[in-house]
DNA sequence: GCTACATCCTCTAGTGACTAGAGGAGCAAG
DNA sequence: CTTGCTCCTCTAGTCACTAGAGGATGTAGC
């Protein structure tokens, strides 16, 4: 096998993504379609590794499939249109900072609750009211 | 109908949570099965309102619904043992300061690309680079 | 070369969290 | 009393996985 091609397995180790997600993620289209070797195993190259470990902590951070597709395009078509692709960025940056705002909350609720702790009592918790506020986020972020 | 007592339709629009999900919640037990009223429908009452206003921006920062449940339990039974309080709040604080690290770096990378869309081309995107070496956060955060 | 065992293949089905739609009942206004 | 809105239950669909069956392939030791 020549080197840098990388079985299913090799990819997900190297990658963090688990074997079945790959191959889901190849039929569902995030992914393109893998080379195959003489006996049909996928074959994944460098560049594929590097799609693999973006698209997982993007998931992770509730960016849905179709969000993921526009961000993956900018790095596959660097000549796109200015235009369409700071509108992405932008729509991605307001989201984004959101989400920053919420999770700073509920970050400074729960040390909050943490030292409280440390002095005797919980007392009253407000990390629920906290999260109710101050978010204002809905599901998963958008498309494009 | 007396006051305080709400239908599904004004606790959906008070909370933001659509009328089906609310029902899917008491489903899943998110929420105490609700008392109805002669007619069969479902009343809400204030704290009732209060948890859903949770529920949502908590799932939207992807919060799971055992994690969720744990929040509200803190809320619910503010004299349970310290300790656990103090357990639960901690693994959630390491998990969302990872998160705004990772949002962190997503936004100044969107921030740079809209700043050098403005001076004319794209140039080469590191979105991807950004988040794949930045990250490291697993699907949502966990359970307690 | 042969056996053992890991890894791969495809396919179907299950999970979590919704979301949509069918079909029917309750209630308030004109 | 009929129109129309909201409610009820129930089933099924979506998305993003995840698990498992059943079979093929690749590799390492004998």
Redesign the interface.
């Known amino acids: 096998m020549p080197k840098d091609e990388f079985t299913i397995g090799e990819a997900a180790r190297q990658s963090?993504v688990k074997v079945p997600t790959i191959r889901y993620y190849e039929q569902i289209g995030l992914l393109p379609v893998a080379s195959r070797s003489e006996g049909n195993r996928r074959l994944y190259d460098r560049p594929d590794l590097?799609?693999l470990?973006?698209i997982?902590?993007?998931?992770?951070?509730?960016f849905a499939g179709g969000a993921i597709r526009t961000?993956?395009s900018?790095?596959d078509d660097?000549?796109?249109s200015?235009a369409a692709?700071?509108a992405i960025?932008?729509a991605?940056?307001v989201e984004?900072?959101k989400?920053?705002a919420?999770?700073?909350a509920?970050?400074d609720e729960?040390?909050r609750?943490?030292k409280q702790?440390?002095s005797?009592?919980?007392?009253?918790?407000r990390?629920?009211?906290t999260?109710?506020d101050t978010?204002?986020?809905?599901?998963r972020l958008a498309e494009a």
């Open positions: 963090g590097g799609r470990a973006f997982r902590p993007a998931r992770g951070l509730g961000l993956l900018l790095q660097p000549d796109q200015c692709a700071d960025a932008k991605r940056l984004v900072d989400r920053i919420s999770l700073n509920l970050r729960l040390k609750m943490v702790c440390e005797g009592r919980i007392g009253d918790c990390v629920i009211e999260l109710a978010t204002h986020v809905h599901g």
